[in-house]
DNA sequence: CAGTGGTCTAGACCACCAA
DNA sequence: TGGTGGTCTAGACCACTGC
């Protein structure tokens, strides 16, 4: 029966060389995956019982354990023991603020006052759209703001989203909205931010950034540039922030 | 049969009421953790397979695959396919520098020149010794040095170890020494650094860290406190870095 | 070829949760 | 009480490595 057995190579010549061999619980993994882009499930409902997912891909149940293992390990759902699984949100994730790093040096977080500075449609620059994989020029949504804790200016950011999935994101939606910026963007957008990257420097405060964030011109600002990621790596937000760390700072842990 | 249900109280009445339920798989890793923490397995060495491990502990291989699934993951051991499961180590691993998260900006990264500045022993003030969970006073090395990439001063590094553990380092030592510094400690020291935590803020140059790095007198400067742990969380190392992020920047994931 | 880790299955039982 | 995820087992077979 020569090859079969690798459910890839569709009609490959004669010598398949390397049959892209791949397990069947990845393959699993992937239907899911597609279930949790079409929406077919939605950010915190559950999805069905690994037996009944069993059932409808005709594999074991462990087999579909080791899938949904896989996507809890990379957060994309959450297993509650005795309940089921469910589609991850930043809604009310036990650790909201999943991508924010940024911790009081000691004591509690209050939680932050959020100013809207701008927040319009503009023509991205060649910068802006290749991060965002648009052409330059195309349409995206650009959003300032400061969030203050303790009445301490603390980050100043700018954020960029593609005009198209963002079309109509208001300035008073901003403002008015509770938690995790992500979580608005799940709700109001159907957006879920899945993976992000993080390039980090140290910069001096130039003479606006200085007066927003009320430091002295020249003072040095932790500057984070964030990609955010939906589904198959798809870029959905850029953004940069300024940090004070004067009284907090970035916590990162290593293994 | 009252409360309790705590995991906790040592030797509890006569009702153990919850027993700490762990299960089987979480206590062989315990186990399997006991033997690299005395060294049986040294890293770079083969521990024995998933077969052998099982007969051992009277249990399953899928059981033994479960609590080295979890060593893995937390790159305690490494798995080979074939071959089998290594302990890990800093010396040749896939990822040399797997704790360092500077990258350049672009391009291809060169080997750093090392140049040591000091290499004593001291004696830890409170800060120091509040880290490494030492008494004040209690004798520590204190290194500081510099790594250039292509001929620009990088990094700057304040080192401190407990004395007891690295009675003997030497500037020679840490001059002749290739590749990571933690595989150093490895070799000579037999101390095998599995975790870290670091804290980053943005600073202003010192006079004197402005002149071995180059740069300008209150330029910004990356700040990288990282505390460094061995098996059972046990402080080891704590360094305090000053990176130049003009060429290179601090990269992380998130998910 | 033998030995290792990797996949897959089928079934039993346990811990947790809600009705 | 029934359903969910979590654990554990035993056995078969596959893929990779080295002799």
């Known amino acids: 029966m020569a090859s079969s057995h690798t459910?890839?190579?569709?009609a490959a010549a004669d010598p398949p060389a390397t049959p892209a061999?791949?397990?069947?619980?990845?393959?699993?993994?992937?239907?899911?995956?597609?279930?949790?882009e079409t929406g077919e499930w939605k950010p915190?409902?559950?999805?069905?019982?690994?037996?009944?997912l069993a059932a409808r891909f005709?594999?074991?149940?462990?087999?579909?354990?080791?899938?949904?293992?896989?996507?809890?390990?990379?957060?994309l759902v959450v297993r509650r023991q005795g309940k089921g699984t469910f589609v991850a949100t930043h809604t009310e994730q036990q650790v909201r603020y999943?991508?924010?790093?940024?911790?009081?040096?000691s004591g509690e977080e209050g939680p932050a006052q959020r100013r809207i500075l701008d927040c319009r449609r503009v023509r991205a620059n060649a910068d802006?759209?290749?991060?965002?994989a648009l052409r330059t020029g195309d349409a995206v949504m650009q959003v300032r703001r400061v969030l203050t804790f303790g009445a301490v200016p603390t980050i100043l950011e700018?954020?960029?989203?593609?005009?198209?999935?963002?079309k109509g994101l208001t300035a008073e939606q901003l403002a008015a909205h509770q938690g995790p910026t992500y979580a608005l963007f799940e709700l109001e957008f159907g957006v879920r931010m899945v993976r992000a990257e993080e390039k980090i420097r140290a910069v001096a405060a130039e003479t606006q950034q200085a007066g927003l964030l009320a430091v002295a011109e020249g003072a040095p600002l932790l500057s984070v540039e964030r990609l955010s990621f939906t589904y198959n790596d798809v870029p959905m937000e850029l953004r940069r922030g300024l940090y004070?760390?004067?009284?907090?700072?970035?916590?990162?842990?290593l293994s």
């Open 58 to 75: 005709r594999v074991s149940q462990g087999t579909v354990r080791k899938a949904i293992d896989e996507l809890a390990a990379e957060n």
């Open 128 to 132: 802006i759209a290749r991060a965002l």
């Open 7 to 10: 459910a890839d190579s569709p």
């Open 44 to 52: 915190g409902e559950a999805i069905p019982s690994e037996m009944e």
């Open 244 to 253: 004070r760390t004067d009284s907090h700072h970035y916590r990162n842990e």
């Open 21 to 36: 061999f791949s397990p069947l619980y990845q393959q699993i993994k992937g239907l899911i995956l597609q279930s949790l």
């Open 98 to 105: 999943r991508f924010l790093k940024l911790v009081p040096d």
């Open 158 to 166: 700018d954020i960029w989203l593609p005009g198209n999935a963002f």
